[in-house]
C-alpha cells in the first residue's frame, strides 16, 4: 500500500558530496517523522538525522555541519544533502518515514531498501 524508493548512493572521494532521496507513493496522507539511518559493515544501525512535520532537525554529532536533512511534503520526499564527506561515512543508509494513511487512524512505519554511500580515494 506504500512503497518507500531511495537514490543516490555512489562511489565518491573524500571531501566530496552526495544527495540521497527517498520517494514514498501510495495510500500516504501525511509522512510525520522522517529520519535517516546508517549501517556500516560490523556496526550497528545509526540515526544520522531525522526531521518532523514542521520541518524541525536533529543529526548526530559526527554529521553536523556536514549533512541537512530536508523535505519536499508535495511530492512525499525526504532529502539528505551529505557534504564534505569522509571515510568513516561510509554505510548502507536506509530511509524511515512514519505515514498515516488514507482510510487508517494508526501511523504506519516503513523503511527503505537501503543505498550504498562509499567514501573511498
Known amino acids: 500500500q506504500v512503497h518507500v524508493v531511495e537514490s543516490g548512493g555512489d562511489l565518491v572521494q573524500p571531501g566530496g558530496s552526495l544527495r540521497l532521496s527517498c520517494a514514498a507513493s501510495?495510500?500516504?496522507?501525511?509522512?510525520?517523522?522522517a529520519g535517516w539511518y546508517r549501517q556500516a559493515p560490523g556496526k550497528q544501525r545509526e540515526l544520522v538525522a531525522k526531521?518532523?512535520?514542521?520541518?524541525?532537525?536533529n543529526y548526530v554529532d559526527s554529521v553536523k555541519d556536514r549533512f541537512t536533512i530536508s523535505r519536499d511534503n508535495a511530492k512525499n520526499t525526504v532529502y539528505l544533502q551529505m557534504n564534505r564527506l569522509r571515510a568513516d561515512d561510509t554505510a548502507v543508509y536506509y530511509c524511515?518515514?512514519?505515514?498515516?494513511?488514507?482510510?487508517?487512524?494508526?501511523?504506519?512505519?516503513?523503511w527503505g531498501q537501503g543505498t550504498q554511500v562509499t567514501v573511498s580515494s
Open positions: 524511515r518515514i512514519d505515514v498515516a494513511r488514507f482510510g487508517e487512524v494508526d501511523v504506519f512505519n516503513y
Open positions: 501510495g495510500s500516504v496522507r501525511t509522512i510525520y517523522v
Open positions: 526531521i518532523t512535520s514542521g520541518g524541525s532537525t
